[in-house]
């Protein structure tokens, strides 16, 4: 047999057996690249005083805790955020290039934020629901003017990737007026960065994206069957219209919530869902697998972004940027292939 089934009262789950090995394998390179992440500093930490530290003790227990376990943490968490965001857009749109950064809505999510900084006083609080509004407002745009093919194909992402153009020159065109301050301030978060995160900045957003998940979870199953044909999605009881409201909701908020601490981080909601897909061997886009190797990509490229010209670390983004662009060119291209093929 190639699933498992677990069981919980009446309810029974079915995993398949090669979904969950490399779920499991996941999580250990996970957890592998967040202890390298911890023991990397000026001087490298031995694994003893790593975990003297974690358990408060000895002299590096405030440097690892306070300055290098919230940018651990947030690498995990938000990488698995824009990991699930990717998957929940790529099932929604049954294309893989149907990511919140190549249809917009990172970069309308920065639009948000942009105005919570120049117009408002830019407060976190201001950030996150600017964010947000941001990320609806370009979403409900994309939708209203892919209408005629629904919210699936290939007309979506063309659309997005106009809206992705107009967004960055509008993004642009603010940088420009504002104050000198504000702009140096907004072009260095606009790369996408984990650089000085602490404790303060992430709690509120781990609340948000752990309450995001819990609602993804209820609707998951829902979601993969109306990923498998609006037909078959009727036919079995799903209200697509509701479902397709709450799982952008959910697909919005991960991603503008993530943009709102550490600013727009691309590539990683592109590639994530379809690297763990393929590792998984599923035929749909799983979400554990999107969202473990979501996790996996933003330590790997944070780690990178530290040691590439240290002792400076670069902004994350820069990394996701350069390694996601080359995977971009090959999906590109794959994508573009395959009607010739078919025909």
């Not at 990397?40 to 002299?59: K, Q």
């Not at 106009?162 to 301050?181: C, F, G, K, Y």
């Not at 397709?244 to 909601?269: E, H, K, N, Q, Y």
């Not at 670069?314 to 090959?330: E, K, N, R, S």
Request: aromatic fraction near 4%; hydrophobic fraction near 60%.
């Amino acid at each position: 047999m190639n699933d498992i089934v677990l069981r919980a009262g009446s309810r029974s789950v079915r995993i398949e057996r090669r979904t969950l090995l490399m779920s499991l394998v996941l999580t250990g390179v996970a957890l592998a690249l967040a202890f390298l992440g911890l023991s990397h500093g000026p001087s490298w930490a031995a694994p003893p005083e790593v975990f003297a530290a974690l358990a408060g003790h000895g002299d590096s227990a405030l440097v690892i805790r306070e300055w290098r376990l919230p940018r651990v943490a947030a690498a995990l968490v938000f990488g698995a955020a824009l990991g699930l965001a990717g998957a929940i857009f790529q099932n929604l749109t049954r294309n893989p290039l149907g990511s919140p950064d190549v249809i917009g809505l990172d970069v309308g999510a920065y639009t948000g934020a942009l105005v919570a900084l120049t117009v408002l006083n830019g407060t976190s609080a201001q950030l996150a629901v600017s964010s947000v509004a941001g990320g609806l407002l370009t979403a409900a745009a994309v939708y209203l003017l892919s209408l005629d093919s629904g919210l699936s194909g290939l007309r979506l992402v063309v659309i997005g990737i106009a809206m992705n153009a107009i967004l960055t020159a509008v993004n642009s065109w603010i940088v420009l007026r504002t104050e000198l301050d504000v702009a140096i301030a907004a072009t260095g978060w606009s790369a996408g960065s984990l650089n000085g995160v602490d404790w303060d900045e992430v709690r509120l957003p781990f609340l948000v994206i752990g309450v995001l998940a819990l609602l993804l979870v209820t609707l998951a199953q829902a979601m993969h069957q109306a990923a498998l044909g609006d037909e078959l999605a009727v036919t079995s009881g799903v209200g697509l219209g509701r479902l397709r409201l709450l799982i952008v909701l959910v697909g919005v908020g991960c991603t503008a919530t993530v943009t709102a601490v550490a600013g727009p981080i691309v590539f990683i909601a592109l590639a994530a869902p379809q690297i763990g897909r393929r590792l998984a061997g599923a035929a749909g886009v799983p979400l554990v697998p999107a969202a473990l190797t979501g996790a996996v990509l933003l330590l790997a490229a944070d780690l990178i972004a530290q040691l590439l010209l240290a002792p400076v670390a670069l902004p994350v983004g820069v990394v996701t940027t350069a390694i996601g662009g080359c995977y971009l060119i090959w999906l590109l291209f794959k994508e573009v292939r395959r009607p010739w093929q078919r025909a």
